[in-house]
């Protein structure tokens, strides 16, 4: 079955909603990283989280290994944060990643 | 932020030819990756290496060789493109964290 996953599939939100998007893994993950991919592709790595709970600017992450899951947070959404958010993890310490298929954001005006 | 570059950034090849993907990486990290990532869907990994001489097989090797001649530097290739290899390609390097390249769409027609 698939290692990890990620909901919802998409979101759609109204500017300044928050929004709560969800990562669940299969096996204990030695890392946990997640990333923002905009809309054009470009990939950009948000938190690198493999334990408890993180902070930038209006986005949280907070991750509970012991119960193979991860949250990410964004507060008070803004257009700009549109795009295909991705959690992925490592299993094995050998730095490999394994991704999850992603949730597609789309914040309205 | 890591600065990773790839080149080309576009690429359309015909069945049968062969193909090079660059990537530069100027941060000294030992270990790169190359990923391709198909419509709607997360990154899956091709070959990784650990530095300078080294390449090792990802979950998705078939149909691809790679070549780390420094540690700046590493390549995918493409011996005998196929059409089914026509996606968008992403190298990154990093250890605990990874950054990405912008990636490369390579169309095999």
């Known amino acids: 079955g698939q290692q990890v996953q990620q909901s919802p599939a998409s979101l759609v939100l109204q500017e300044g909603e928050n929004a709560e998007l969800q990562c669940n893994f299969s096996s204990t993950a030695t890392r946990l990283q997640w990333f923002y991919q905009h809309p054009g592709g470009r990939l950009v790595s948000l938190f690198y989280n493999p334990s408890g709970t993180k902070h930038t600017g209006r986005l949280t992450s907070t991750t509970v290994t012991n119960e193979r899951r991860s949250s990410l947070h964004i507060s008070s959404s803004q257009t700009t944060d549109s795009g295909t958010y991705f959690c992925?993890?490592?299993?094995?310490?050998?730095?490999?990643?394994?991704w999850g298929s992603g949730t597609k954001l789309i914040i309205k005006p | 932020e890591a600065a990773v570059t790839q080149s080309p950034r576009n690429k359309v090849a015909v069945t049968g030819g062969k193909v090079t993907l660059s990537c530069n990486q100027t941060n000294n990290h030992n270990n790169m990756y190359w990923y391709r990532q198909d419509t709607g869907h997360g990154l899956r990994l091709i070959h990784y290496?650990?530095?300078?001489?080294?390449?090792e097989k990802g979950d998705i090797p078939d149909g691809y060789k790679a070549s780390r001649p420094s540690q700046e530097n590493f390549s995918l290739i493409l011996e005998l493109a196929t059409p089914s290899q026509t996606s968008v390609y992403f190298c990154?390097?990093?250890?605990?964290?990874?950054?990405f390249g912008p990636g490369t769409r390579l169309t095999v027609l």
């Open positions: 290496s650990y530095g300078a001489g080294s390449t």
């Open positions: 990154a390097s990093g250890g605990y964290e990874q950054y």
């Open positions: 992925a993890i490592d299993m094995d310490s050998n730095y490999q990643l394994i």
